[in-house]
């Protein structure tokens, strides 16, 4: 077990008990030597986690210490920061920055030695980037599909063909080189996928659908397993 991770166990093997816990019983409990552990007492406290005891009597923790909104283990927060470089990929500008802003709560909520490991983990996100689509604004679509908003869009297909509808917004799909919305089209009268490279232009309504985007998007994955007509 990484450092990091067995601070964070500490902490909440200490959380958890009603009474004071000796080193050697953490120590079981993580399989790590009772030196480790008192390394680690010693570690936390200097961060000011509010351990109180001593070697040969045990440790408890002062009552209403929390941990940090944003505390994860070594293999998770991999997980969420690699995701975040893969964002990174795409063309939407808006998550784009949301990605940065949330690796700066990361930064600032994880303990010294997990930042540390973290953000020099040899984890990348390789290939071009999907170019920002000139006539989508993601945004736009992303609080539409919240908000279950009626968009009119010009859309232009693959043969060159443009067409005007209304189109009610349930979901986008992220490929590496392009985005798709994914939404019911009033002008065809069923759900139609629409590249956003190949928007032209998109204009929010009045009109809504609320209440009734959940029922489209299951529609949308029911339809997945169903062999095509």
Request: contains cysteine; hydrophobic residues 40%.
């Amino acid at each position: 077990m990484r450092k990091a991770s067995r601070l964070f166990e500490i902490i909440q093997i200490l959380k958890l008990s009603r009474r004071v816990v000796t080193a050697s019983e953490i120590a079981e409990k993580l399989e790590v030597t009772v030196r480790s552990i008192y390394r680690d007492i010693a570690a936390l406290q200097a961060m000011r986690v509010p351990i109180e005891g001593e070697r040969g009597l045990g440790y408890i923790l002062r009552p209403g210490f929390d941990l940090p909104p944003l505390m994860f283990e070594h293999e998770e927060a991999e997980a969420i920061l690699l995701g975040l470089a893969l964002l990174d990929r795409t063309g939407d500008a808006d998550l784009k920055h949301a990605a940065l802003r949330v690796r700066g709560k990361i930064a600032s909520a994880v303990p010294d030695p997990l930042r540390h490991d973290l953000f020099s983990a040899p984890l990348y996100a390789w290939g071009q980037p999907a170019p920002a689509p000139e006539g989508a604004d993601m945004a736009m679509l992303r609080r539409a599909i919240r908000d279950e908003q009626v968009l009119d869009m010009r859309y232009r297909s693959e043969d060159g063909q443009e067409t005007e509808r209304g189109v009610r917004p349930i979901a986008l799909i992220y490929y590496s080189g392009w985005m798709t919305l994914v939404g019911w089209c009033e002008l065809r009268a069923a759900i139609r996928n629409f590249r956003t490279d190949r928007i032209m232009t998109l204009t929010s309504t009045e009109r809504r659908f609320r209440g009734d985007g959940d029922r489209l998007r299951r529609l949308w994955v029911d339809s997945w397993d169903k062999p095509p007509a």
